[in-house]
């Protein structure tokens, strides 16, 4: 049988509006990644050969262009596969290294609306033993202190509150939460994979213990990601093999793809505050051009404490089967996260949106690319969708 092929022309018939999904990757980030699967190709785990000490140089010149982007020393960055691994490398691996130092495991505190790369490995920890509690956050998409202190028990250990919402784009009060956790002395995660290069923050004046981020976010390469732990955090591996890495995750470093992570990096953060101001004019205009065609719609999360690229809106009165299944062949958008599986979002859902209402909702992201004439025509394919449903 021979393979199906993909018609890769039809993605440029589609105005693309889902970029928190993922990016493409930046002609210059393929640039400089191009010499790393050919020409210079030695293992950076080699040091004996020339061509492992090149590589070897190339990933410690990567490490340190992303540490001073976070303002951080190198020796704290740890290169992974993606956030997803990083995530679960710091939930799992510092909950079982606190679990043998306690002789028991302890509480854990994360949000509801959680990614699952957050959520599934935290339940893991609860089928070992742990402790889990789950907040639901407010209408709003935020947590407050006051449901985070309230939360707090004898024996937490730590708490994991993502940054930026993959789904619907809220900003938590980190700085809040940190300051909660120092007090306890709580170790304190965040899942920073759609805040990175979209924000400015200083990892040690927030405190963070534990931050993971994603290069397939910011137009760098699909299968390349960071933790960037604080020293002396007890964190034990998830595999073994090798002392890469510190010897928290064995195997042999794709350096072109470190490569591509530090150039996507520098890129993400040379414009990062024209970028920010411009999708922040784009999403105003395109909620209030929508808002007029579509008064009935709900805008889910908070408008003030939100990416600039984000807006998840909910278009009560249609079936949302129906209204994914017009807009897919000219909008590239979705419905919730890239990892739901076609269910209900369940950041909707813990909004207290109903199943109908989540299905029947759109998670709208912008780019680099995106215009406003993108923008004037997707508000039309939108409302005309959606009168012809109703």
Known sequence: MQP?????????????????????????????????????W???????SRAGLCASAAVSLAREQIAAFLRIKP??????????????????????ARALELG???????????????????????????RLTEIQPQPDGLLSTKQLIEAFQNDTILVSVMMANN??????????FTKLCIERGVIFHTDAAQAFGQLHFNLDQICIDFLT???????????????????????????????????????????????????????????????????????????????????????NGSIKHRLPNNLNITIPGVRGNKLHRALRPLLNCSSGSACS???????LRALGRSKEEAEASLRLSFGRSTTKDQVNNAVSLIANVVKELH
């Open 213 to 299: 981020i994603s290069g397939h976010k910011i137009y760098g390469p699909k299968g390349i990601g960071a933790l960037v732990l604080k020293e002396n955090v007890p964190i034990l591996p998830l595999q073994w093999g090798g002392g890469q890495e510190l010897n928290l995750r064995p195997g042999t470093i794709p350096v072109a793809l470190a490569v591509g992570l530090a150039k996507a990096a520098e890129l993400a953060f040379n414009d990062l505050d024209s970028r920010y101001i411009r999708f922040c004019n784009l999403r105003n205009q395109f909620l209030d051009s929508l808002r007029e065609k579509i008064p009935e719609l709900k805008v």
């Open 104 to 130: 028991r495991p302890g509480h854990l505190i994360t949000v509801a609306t959680e990614h699952h790369s957050v959520l599934d490995p935290l339940r893991q920890l609860q089928r070992e033993g742990f």
């Open 4 to 40: 199906s092929t993909v018609r890769v022309t039809d993605q440029k018939a589609l105005l693309d509006f889902d970029y928190q999904a993922t990016t493409p990757c930046d002609p210059e980030v393929l640039a400089v990644m191009k010499p790393y699967w050919s020409e210079l």
């Open 75 to 96: 020796e704290r960055l740890i290169f992974t596969s993606g956030a997803t691994e990083a995530n679960n490398l710091a939930l799992l691996g510092h909950a079982r």
């Open 341 to 347: 599986n076609g269910e209900p979002s369940h950041v």
């Open 167 to 176: 789904e619907i784009g809220v900003l938590q009060p980190l700085d809040e």
């Open 42 to 48: 030695g293992n950076p785990s080699n040091r004996q």
